[in-house]
């Protein structure tokens, strides 16, 4: 294996060179997926991970497939909206995820290598039969990463399996000469100058929590739970159906125009008639964008000491939030109201379980289940002489870490309850930095001169075949 070499000493034949070369970045995730080159310090490419579904009339027509947002947002008649992650973030449908990723790839970053047409042979002369064939074997023959090999961040708890398909991806189907597999944990540590540290990632599917030591993952103390950005999203939904009168979810395709009116008055908009609408899943995807505004710019964390439901002097801490400014908020059709307290509600599930929104489909969530919880199992599952240096530093990531005073109660539930020991919480200011620190921390990793002693190269898959990522990748 390379580890022993040194990083100025030259590979062998069997390994990949990686000083001078243009490594890609993929870190694909449930709301979005990223790609870049290493060494970079955002990701050029971050598309959506839904995906479009357009099915023909025509049997004999393929079904097509629309990546981007420009395609998944144009409503057309029958498209369909889907997504290849599974809702903990690990990969349900490889051939769209396949797909998807060499989208975002080739897109903005690459694109598909063309040969010189004076010698492709597709000009000379021959029957119909043998030109279609040459087509199809010249298409074959064009990889679309054969000069780029490729770093890809992965779930803390993503199976053997999908490791050893996702080399098989890399290394077959788009000819990649090195391959690396990192868990995003580590990578996203990496980004904020910690060889260890407690990342607590809070995406759109998922909250997680991963324990770093010296660069690598202690898998014992992985948690997860589903209370993150969709379950706000969910909470949101239950909170304008039972609103008096209901908040109204209009997506934007679906208004013409609209005149101003006043705060609470029913909306005064002429709305869109399709004669052959899209499916159901396409309004929730738009519904899903309203409630990403409405998230970004109104919801609020009650920033403690305490939570919502507690408080002094016989008053709750929801009492004194009323008596606070509201925010307002205006839906594409042109309704618009201020919001007050319960800006505040449809976050608070997030760490304490009693105060989520429920109905006869959405269960109250466990208290197990919520931040607080998580990274005390998460710490109980580690050895005890590192709980202090992990409390000290706890390293916050994720777009859905951005809603308004999230880190601040944060670090108040953790002083609570860790009384003793230090809380150091870091959470990058920067948007950027907050929202892809997976990425950035592959791209600092996959930049390293190094680095170039683990990549994976195709000699070695070649030789040992897709088990060897689990062997090397750790």
């Not at 040194?6 to 870190?27: Q, R």
């Not at 990192?182 to 980004?191: E, I, Q």
């Not at 307002?328 to 919001?339: C, K, L, R, S, Y």
């Not at 777009?399 to 150091?424: A, C, H, I, K, M």
Request: overall charge negative; proline content about 7%.
């Amino acid at each position: 294996m390379a580890g022993v070499q040194s990083s100025s000493m030259a590979p062998s034949n069997g390994e990949y060179g990686g000083d001078e070369i243009s490594a890609l970045v993929l870190d694909p995730g449930y709301s979005s997926t990223r790609a870049g080159f290493a060494g970079e310090d955002v990701p050029k490419s971050v598309v959506p991970s839904y995906y479009g579904l357009l099915d023909s009339s025509d049997e004999s027509t393929e079904r097509k497939y629309l990546f981007g947002d420009n395609s998944i947002h144009t409503p057309r008649p029958n498209l369909s909206i889907g997504n290849p992650m599974s809702k903990d973030g690990t990969v349900e449908d490889w051939d769209t995820a396949t797909r998807l990723w060499e989208y975002a790839i080739t897109s903005r970053l690459t694109h598909t290598k063309q040969g010189n047409p004076a010698t492709n042979g597709l000009n000379d002369p021959q029957d119909d039969g043998d030109l279609a064939a040459k087509i199809e074997a010249n298409e074959e023959a064009e990889k679309p990463m054969e000069e780029h090999p490729l770093l890809m961040s992965e779930a803390g708890w993503n199976s053997s399996k999908a490791r050893e398909k996702a080399i098989q991806i890399a290394m077959e189907d788009w000819g990649c000469p090195a391959f690396w597999s990192a868990r995003s944990g580590v990578l996203a540590a990496f980004a904020g100058g910690k060889a260890s540290a407690l990342v607590v990632d809070v995406g759109a599917s998922n909250i997680s929590v991963t324990p770093v030591h010296d660069g690598l993952i202690l898998r014992k103390g992985v948690m997860k739970s589903p209370l993150a950005g969709n379950f706000v999203s969910q909470q949101l939904r239950l909170l304008f159906s039972t609103s008096q009168p209901q908040v109204p979810l209009t997506p934007h395709y679906l208004v013409a125009s609209k005149a101003p009116v006043d705060a609470g008055v029913p909306s005064n908009a002429t709305y869109r008639t399709f004669a052959s609408p899209p499916d159901a899943s396409f309004r929730r995807l738009e519904e899903e964008r309203v409630l990403t505004e409405f998230k970004e710019s109104v919801v609020q964390v009650w920033p403690g000491p305490g939570r919502l439901s507690s408080g002094q002097q016989g008053t709750t801490n929801e009492e004194v939030v009323k008596s606070w400014p509201g925010r307002p908020f205006e839906m594409p059709d042109g309704w618009n109201q201020i919001f007050g307290a319960e800006r505040y509600k449809v976050a608070e599930g997030m760490f304490d379980a009693k105060m989520a929104f429920t109905d006869a489909e959405n269960p109250a969530p466990q208290a197990s289940q919520t931040l607080t919880a998580l990274i005390q199992a998460s710490l109980n599952a580690v050895d005890i002489d590192i709980r202090p240096h992990m409390l000290s530093n706890i390293l916050v990531t994720g777009g859905t870490s951005l809603l308004y005073g999230f880190t601040d109660r944060l670090n108040s539930e953790l002083t609570q309850v860790f009384t003793g020991p230090r809380v150091r919480l870091s959470a990058p200011g920067n948007t950027a930095e907050r929202r892809f620190a997976s990425w950035i921390g592959g791209s600092i990793l996959g930049s390293l001169g190094t680095f170039h002693q683990m990549w994976i190269s195709k000699k070695e898959y070649e030789e040992h075949g897709p088990n060897i990522v689990e062997k090397r990748s750790k």
